[in-house]
């Protein structure tokens, strides 16, 4: 693919003949209507193009967006399924979102660019998508609550419902209102090369957030926003994420799980050869008392913290506010939980944190070859478990865990 996409971006005459040997799988935007030069509204001519390649009778149509050109795309979803098996998004130019929130009335506030029931659907080409969140971060109620119409959704930057067998590669997601990627229903889906950038202090700005999916694959991208690097919902499993590098924001999360008294059903996350730069969580599980069922097979391996306020956290004790959430004798039990050759520095002097509940305590927790150390010059850093069954072994700092035998819980 690298070969092919070189080939595409060295011709200027015909780029997308370098990338498909039968032209008549090849749709440009612009032989349908869409106008390049960042004023002009495109969202009938980018959906008149999906609809008519989406139907084509050929192998693998492909839609083309050309380079050294911005296109201003309004809220517009994709429906699927195609005729044919795949379907190509090759993306070279930009492509932007409406700068005001009015752009959105009448309109799902949550959406931006979505995708929906399609198999087989690429997303690639160095190209960059950018929501121009700006708007929507000034009118945020996180931050200003003190506004008569302040807002708590925002658009994500590109939803992909129901799509299963697919990819993004190579792309470069900036300053989404919210979050930029949303993986929900998917079956087999796969996110590599990817860079996001939105500012360390854009509210709910989520990376990468994944939903009710199952065999995914997240491999090396670089992300830098204001929340969750990348965070993982409810009904998700065989997920792995390894070679990301998480700035600033809130680390990779799995989590909040059971909000709202839901039944929880998270298990096989492998989280390897990651690095995380003044987050303010590194290796994160956090889970609501109201909730019920299961997260469990979870193993963190090989990261990095580089001045990480909570490097390794287990919170099953969620809430809305902080360090107020009254004790249940409900809870998602997790349980398989290993962390394994990590290193690097803590901003607080909790560095290693399972606050976990009493009724539903945190079983077969195990912790190995980890070091941590203080960030700050002479100052040391603890650990703390609460209720966290397991055995660890060359911990620094350490140990806190109890042995599974003082468990009353077998």
């Not at 060295?10 to 390049?36: C, H, Q, R």
């Not at 009335?105 to 960059?128: H, P, R």
Request: glycine share 8%.
């Amino acid at each position: 693919m690298f070969v092919v996409l070189s080939l595409v971006l060295a011709s200027s005459s015909s780029p997308y003949l370098a990338w498909a040997s039968d032209e008549a799988s090849y749709f440009n935007v612009t032989d349908y209507g869409a106008i390049g030069d960042g004023r002009t509204e495109n969202s009938q001519a980018f959906l008149k193009v999906w609809n008519v390649a989406c139907k084509a009778s050929v192998k693998s149509p492909t839609i083309y967006v050309p380079r050294n050109k911005t296109f201003l795309v309004n809220p517009i979803i994709f429906h699927g399924p195609c005729t044919a098996l795949t379907i190509n998004f090759l993306i070279l130019g930009t492509i932007v979102a409406p700068d005001t929130p009015k752009s959105w009335d009448a309109k799902n506030a949550s959406e931006w660019l979505a995708v929906m029931n399609t198999n087989g659907l690429t997303v690639d080409g160095f190209g960059v998508i950018d929501g121009q969140g700006k708007a929507w971060w000034d009118q945020s109620c996180k931050y200003h609550p003190q506004l008569k119409n302040c807002t708590t959704l925002a658009p994500t930057a590109w939803k992909f419902i129901k799509c299963n067998n697919s990819s993004v590669r190579n792309m470069r997601f900036i300053n989404s209102a919210q979050t930029h990627i949303l993986i929900t229903g998917c079956d087999g889906f796969v996110i590599q090369n990817v860079e996001i950038a939105s500012p360390g202090n854009s509210p709910n700005t989520d990376g990468i957030h994944i939903q009710a999916s199952h065999h995914l694959n997240i491999t090396h991208s670089n992300i830098t926003n204001g929340d969750d690097c990348i965070s993982i919902g409810d009904h998700t499993s065989d997920l792995s994420i390894s070679n990301i590098q998480c700035t600033l924001g809130h680390g990779i999360s799995i989590g909040s799980l059971g909000r709202g008294g839901s039944l929880v059903q998270v298990e096989n996350i492998n989280v390897t050869d990651c690095i995380f730069n003044q987050t303010s969580n590194g290796a994160r599980i956090k889970t609501w008392q109201v909730g019920t069922g299961y997260l469990k097979h979870v193993a963190f391996e090989r990261l990095t913290f580089n001045n990480v306020k909570n490097p390794i956290i287990i919170d099953q004790n969620y809430c809305n506010v902080s360090g107020a959430c009254p004790e249940l004798k409900t809870g998602v039990q997790i349980s398989n939980v290993s962390y394994r050759h990590a290193m690097g520095t803590s901003a607080t002097e909790i560095a290693i944190n399972f606050n976990c509940s009493k009724s539903v305590p945190c079983h077969a927790i195990a912790i190995e070859s980890v070091k941590l150390t203080s960030a700050i010059a002479g100052k040391r850093v603890t650990a703390n478990c609460s209720n966290a069954y397991g055995k660890e072994h060359e911990i620094v700092p350490g140990p806190c865990l109890l042995h599974e035998t003082q468990s009353k819980t077998p």
